[in-house]
């Protein structure tokens, strides 16, 4: 037999009503609580990673013209220069290689290059040697060629590389970017997070 709401039936609605949004503003809230706290937990981390940087000084890289496989030395200068290829580890623990740059060919036509431009491709291996959990989406990029400001292509690569690195963990990813076509000195400057006080820079010819 099919049961219809009477207006005996109202009171008791009304409270099942009212402990059901009293559930979901306590879900709510405790969501909130913990996103906040997973929030702080990662600034913490990047913020005490700066500090470290900046008390140790035990940074190591290649030289700019050495080649691929030579050894690495410690630096405390707060920028560094190298080639392309070459790789770097900062005091956190972060080691991050990147590659020659080579050409990036875009099948659809309506995504080409402006006219007089190119693609090129970097790709940018990143190692976790710390002692704590990274992630890959951390590191930041920025680029130029012949002095001016080139930009990442939104529509080509790996452009949120978002992959956690457990302490021993790897990834690489591929980052696109539109350059003129005229040959130049390029520059690929990078940082295993925000908050880093060294910056790398990978310079070359293209």
Not at 32 to 43: E, G, L, N, P, R
Not at 69 to 90: C, I, K, M, Q, Y
Request: a negative charge.
């Amino acid at each position: 037999m099919s049961h219809h709401w009477t207006r005996s039936d109202s009171p008791r609605r009304r409270k099942i009503i009212a402990g059901i949004g009293s559930t979901l503003c306590i879900l709510a809230v405790a969501i909130t609580v913990v996103i906040q706290a997973q929030m702080a937990k990662a600034f913490d981390e990047a913020f005490d990673e700066a500090l470290s940087e900046t008390a140790v000084a035990e940074d190591s890289e290649q030289p700019a013209d050495a080649p691929e496989d030579a050894p690495a030395h410690n630096s405390g200068e707060d920028v560094t220069r190298l080639g392309f290829g070459a790789t770097h580890r900062w005091s956190g623990g972060e080691v991050i290689t990147v590659s020659k740059p080579s050409p990036y060919k875009e099948e659809n036509p309506f995504l080409a290059p402006e006219e007089g431009n190119r693609f090129v491709q970097f790709d940018i291996t990143v190692a976790n040697q710390g002692e704590r959990t990274y992630n890959s989406m951390e590191v930041t990029l920025t680029a130029q060629h012949n002095g001016r400001i080139v930009e990442q292509n939104p529509f080509a690569g790996d452009l949120f590389p978002n992959s956690e690195l457990p302490p021993g963990g790897s990834v690489t990813f591929t980052a696109v970017y539109e350059i003129p076509q005229e040959q130049g000195e390029s520059r690929l400057s990078v940082k295993p997070n925000f908050f880093a006080q060294n910056t790398v820079f990978y310079v070359g010819q293209i």
